[in-house]
């Protein structure tokens, strides 16, 4: 116990009052030993903040379930902590080739403090779970069905462990150890890592939050976009609608993004996507492509129902009806016939039949 004190309780105290000395004001500055001033450091830039505690200390089994040790008096508070050893946050730097994906799994990590279903007794359990099911904290939820058992997931280092075997015997062996992500998707995930943008992070992670089914349908409407402008017709819309709130306009040389023409396009439909599914925020993420559809850029923006001025709700409103109206024609020369108690097609979320049945 006074070892696992001085192992993770001190350092995360002392991280805990630098998180105290950072919220204390909009903008901190930052000394060095001799009391001179070397940087200042902005609430504002942080959107995620996990303390890390790194010991040279092999106690993995410890660490994985800090936030369990308060029974035996290592209480390291309720704010996520990440105790770890330096062998163990070594091994990230071999599986995890963009910087974006490990954040994500850092968010990951601290919701799973944060759970008080999930003991696991490996830190490398958590990174196999985060590979297997992403939202793992989620998945043991929903696993457990809200009784009060506790769940231990055992088994998931194994993938883990064989990589690094491969890799004793030959050092250049790839690792495979990757989450299932549509070629499309990730290759919008890797470019943000290449990008200085404010924000990348931010976006990543919302892309990363998407479920497996999710990321394919959205990964083959990227795609199927792309083919379509191949063959000179224009360009379509991807919308997203439920799980998360994401529009995707896509540019190639068949449809060039100019600048203000095509933006202003692609954000005002964003906006009537948003009426029409009755939202506050919606994603927009404008994806360019060269002629042999390789990524070259991408743009994102947060649609705001508060940011729209007054002036433009009647307009808005009456263009968002002319939508939901063409997503309802739409769906009914696909299916030929919606049910009544199916999700409306208009995007309201609400059933059929207590939303446009009577109009259609």
Request: proline share 4%; aromatic share 10%.
């Amino acid at each position: 116990v006074s070892s696992l004190k001085n192992l993770v309780l001190k350092p995360a105290t002392q991280g805990r009052r630098f998180l105290e000395y950072l919220n204390s004001a909009e903008a901190v500055p930052i000394f060095d030993s001799h009391h001179h001033k070397i940087h200042v450091l902005n609430k504002a830039d942080f959107r995620k903040i996990t303390i890390c505690t790194v010991t040279l200390d092999f106690f993995t089994e410890l660490a994985a379930q800090v936030q369990h040790l308060r029974q035996i008096g290592v209480d390291v508070g309720k704010y996520p902590i990440w105790a770890i050893s330096l062998n163990d946050i070594r091994a990230y730097t071999d599986i995890f080739d963009n910087p974006l994906t490990f954040l994500h799994f850092v968010e990951q990590r601290g919701m799973a403090f944060e759970s008080n279903i999930l003991h696991q007794n490996d830190e490398m359990d958590h990174l196999g779970l985060y590979l297997e099911h992403n939202h793992y904290s989620t998945h043991a939820a929903m696993l457990q069905g809200g009784s009060d058992m506790r769940v231990n997931f055992s088994g998931y280092r194994q993938k883990i462990d064989h990589f690094f075997e491969e890799r004793l015997l030959a050092p250049n062996y790839p690792c495979p150890l990757k989450q299932k992500i549509p070629a499309r998707l990730l290759e919008v995930i890797n470019f943000m890592a290449s990008l200085k943008r404010r924000g990348r992070s931010c976006i990543a992670s919302f892309l990363l939050d998407l479920s497996g089914e999710t990321r394919e349908w959205v990964g083959n409407a990227i795609e199927q976009d792309l083919l379509r402008q191949s063959n000179m017709l224009p360009s379509q819309s991807i919308s997203l609608n439920g799980e998360l709130s994401l529009t995707v306009f896509c540019w190639t040389p068949a449809n060039v993004r100019h600048g203000n023409k095509e933006a202003e396009k692609a954000f005002h439909h964003t906006q009537k996507v948003l009426f029409a599914n009755n939202e506050e925020v919606r994603l927009l993420l404008e994806l360019i492509y060269d002629g042999n559809n390789v990524l070259q850029d991408c743009w994102w923006r947060w649609v705001k129902r508060s940011e729209i001025p007054p002036t433009e709700l009647v307009q808005l409103a009456a263009e968002t009806e002319q939508l939901k109206q063409k997503r309802l024609k739409k769906a009914l020369a696909e299916r030929g016939k919606i049910g009544r108690n199916d999700t409306c097609p208009c995007g309201s979320g609400k059933k059929y039949k207590r939303c446009c049945w009577l109009r259609s």
